[in-house]
């Protein structure tokens, strides 16, 4: 895998040239400038996004003609009506909309920082660490560069790991994260339309495909109000077990010369952040991976049950997609290299198998109401007999007692919300 290059670039996302005066001068600014600013977390937002958007002025980024923003629309209603006999619940779409890959990232850029800051933050802490104590006293107020430095480093290779995310993903739930706001259906048509190239399929065919599983993400996040908390909660809980290799650290920052430009594009985080090989972090793992698929795989099955006798290619479509998903893109191994996070759901095909099963044995409307409290949903163990658990009875009385509002995680809040919780990812009563 190649290294993610540091992420201090000038406008139009190319490195200064040492020698270049006058572009030496400028980058020696902006990094004074960096160093100097408050930082308001672990993480450099700011250039995080000035980054990505860097990298995509270079490789690219098609503005959405007002016929591609007609296409999506239009896609993603007709998605809808398919979806209507193949689904318990009604359309979850407030907004159809068409992304450029700058909007993805700035859409989805609060439930990243949610996501990130907590690895961030350990990875701060440790830069801090490798200061001698002794060393401390004397630094006094330049111990706080050494995290602004941190947050400049992760923002900077963050931005260029969500710039290249933002080229290859095709809808705002693509990668099975909610990540978009809440009832907003998003398709990038450019991204689709190199997909769709790669496959050698209809545009149009890729397009309805791609709305009809954004259609169906929505349907489950809106219409399953616990969904979202419960998605993002088994991320965060599994992030928070992740080690950080402060021998890993401590050699990137040993190739840093703040007087060589070169040295601070040379630096790679990839490898700082590992999981904990302990059995709480294996049970978290697990726990995400079930949540990942149960996701996944309700799409894959309502999809192409919706799509079976419509789209001509529909089965070609189905099993790209689940090896896509399955093996994660470029841009996802990058971030997984980064972050110690791998947002793939591993059990896929087992979890759609298991839909199928609740299908034909509890029809559409059984099948669905398993979403209705996350203590009815399958666990990992029940994937190797899908069969058994759709025949085993399901006293649908016990959910009398239950709140559907906000059962099983954090109710959905807007960003930059602050979270109502006890600290260990569990709502305050």
């Not at 002025?57 to 896609?75: H, I, K, L, T």
């Not at 050698?200 to 397009?207: M, Q, T």
């Not at 209705?372 to 163990?381: A, E, M, V, W």
Request: proline share 9%.
């Amino acid at each position: 895998m190649p290294d993610i290059p540091f992420g201090f670039a000038l406008p139009g996302g190319q490195p200064p040239d040492p020698n270049d005066p006058a572009q030496m001068q400028q980058f020696m600014s902006q990094l004074q400038h960096l160093l100097s600013a408050p930082g308001s977390g672990p993480v450099n937002w700011d250039l995080a996004r000035q980054v990505a958007a860097s990298q995509l002025a270079a490789a690219g980024d098609p503005a959405v003609s007002p016929y591609e923003r007609n296409a999506v629309e239009e896609a993603l209603r007709l998605a809808d009506l398919w979806l209507e006999p193949a689904s318990a619940w009604p359309s979850g779409i407030q907004s159809p909309v068409a992304w450029n890959r700058n909007e993805w990232i700035f859409k989805t850029l609060d439930v990243w920082r949610k996501l990130c800051d907590p690895v961030a933050s350990r990875m701060v802490g440790a830069m801090g660490d490798l200061v001698p104590p002794e060393a401390r006293a004397q630094l006094g107020p330049m111990q706080s560069m050494v995290a602004t430095l941190g947050g400049a480093l992760f923002g900077g290779q963050l931005g260029q790991a969500l710039g290249s995310l933002a080229a290859e993903v095709l809808s705002a739930g693509d990668i099975g994260l909610p990540l978009g706001p809440a009832g907003t259906a998003a398709l990038i048509p450019a991204n689709i339309r190199a997909y769709g190239e790669g496959l050698e399929l209809p545009e149009d065919e890729v397009r309805l495909y791609v709305a009809l599983r954004e259609a169906a993400h929505q349907r489950l996040f809106q219409h399953v109000p616990w969904l979202r908390g419960h998605v993002l909660n088994a991320v965060e809980t599994y992030a928070s077990g992740i080690r950080v290799n402060r021998e890993a650290i401590e050699e990137a920052m040993g190739r840093v010369d703040p007087t060589d430009p070169e040295s601070m594009q040379a630096i790679a985080l990839e490898g700082i952040f590992t999981p904990e090989d302990t059995p709480a972090q294996k049970a978290s793992l697990a726990r995400l991976e079930t949540a990942l698929a149960l996701v996944e795989g309700w799409v894959c099955h309502v999809v192409d049950s919706a799509a079976s006798d419509r789209l001509p290619n529909v089965v070609r479509l189905g099993e790209a997609f689940r090896r896509r998903r399955a093996a994660g893109g470029p841009a996802e191994q990058t971030f997984a290299a980064l972050v110690g996070l791998e947002l793939r759901p591993r059990r896929l095909r087992e979890a759609a198998a298991l839909w199928a099963a609740l299908t034909t044995h509890r029809g559409i409307e059984g099948r669905d109401a398993v979403w209705g409290h996350p203590d009815l949903l399958p666990s990992d163990d029940d994937f190797a007999d899908p069969v058994a658990f759709a025949m085993n009875d399901m006293d649908l009385s016990e959910l009398d007692n239950f709140d559907f509002t906000a059962p099983g995680g954090v109710e959905e809040k807007a960003p930059g919300q602050p979270d109502e919780t006890d600290g260990e990812g569990d709502a305050k009563p």
